[in-house]
């Protein structure tokens, strides 16, 4: 569709390939951990509740990071070091390594690095989340725009639920502001809740808005991409959502 977010975040190349091998390491009574291994940077983190029931790709990781420099993210994650710690009952603190080039596995630091760190709060007696991060990223064969010599960004995401736990809002933003970056800044909102038919339980309406700025030499300042999908619950374990975008 000639989109720069991608309207299926699930879309991929057809292969064979491992996909994720990790070992992981309880520490401190389960107040800490280590994972090492290869690993999915948006399995672990800017993970937003509610916005993963959208198939737009700005909805998964934010471009401000993926539009801008190779990231260990579908379809193919690379080598990684990930450790973390509860700081307290609502705090949580997450620091990643992961390999600069996620493509070339058998040579995982040889293209570079990249360094991320998340901190994530959940208030007290509530189910809203909050996450702030921020990334850096270094390699020596840099080409240009998606795949820099450095580069460096932050986002922060929220998400709560409404009037009860089935209804749930959020939002993100990025900030990604040196030259290198294919795309600087990004905002996005959201809401995911039951759908409005009361004979209908168990089926879920899903909404979304995301506009990320990009630098192109054609003269395309932003993208604003809008869903809307419709979970219909055909039994209780199977569902179909009709998706409907507007970029």
Excluded: C
């Excluded at 307290?88 to 997450?94: A, G, R, T, V």
């Excluded at 899903?206 to 192109?216: F, H, I, P």
């Amino acid at each position: 569709s000639g989109d720069v977010q991608v309207a299926s975040n699930i879309a991929a190349p057809a292969a064979n390939r491992v996909y994720e091998f990790w070992y992981h390491q309880n520490l401190l009574a389960s107040r800490a951990f280590l994972r090492a291994g290869i690993i999915d940077l948006n399995k672990m983190f800017d993970v937003v509740p509610g916005s993963g029931e959208l198939n737009n790709s700005s909805f998964g990781i934010q471009p401000t990071l993926s539009l801008n420099v190779p990231s260990s993210i579908f379809p193919k994650p690379g080598w990684a070091l990930v450790g973390g710690s509860r700081l307290s009952p609502n705090w949580k603190l997450q620091i990643g390594w992961f390999q600069g080039h996620p493509a070339k596995r058998s040579t995982p630091f040889a293209d570079g690095h990249m360094l991320i760190g998340e901190l994530r709060h959940r208030p007290a007696d509530t189910n809203a989340l909050l996450i702030a991060g921020i990334w850096r990223y270094i390699q020596p064969h840099g080409t240009g725009f998606g795949n820099p010599d450095s580069d460096w960004g932050t986002y922060l995401a929220w998400s709560a639920p409404l009037a009860d736990t089935a209804q749930r809002v959020f939002m993100q933003a990025g900030i990604s502001p040196a030259q290198a970056s294919f795309s600087p800044y990004y905002l996005e909102a959201g809401y995911s809740g039951p759908a409005p038919m009361r004979n209908r339980p168990n089926d879920r309406l899903n909404l979304g808005v995301a506009r990320a700025w990009v630098r192109t030499p054609d003269g395309l300042q932003a993208e604003t991409a809008l869903e809307a999908n419709y979970e219909y619950a055909v039994t209780r374990r199977i569902s179909l959502a009709p998706d409907l975008q507007y970029i």
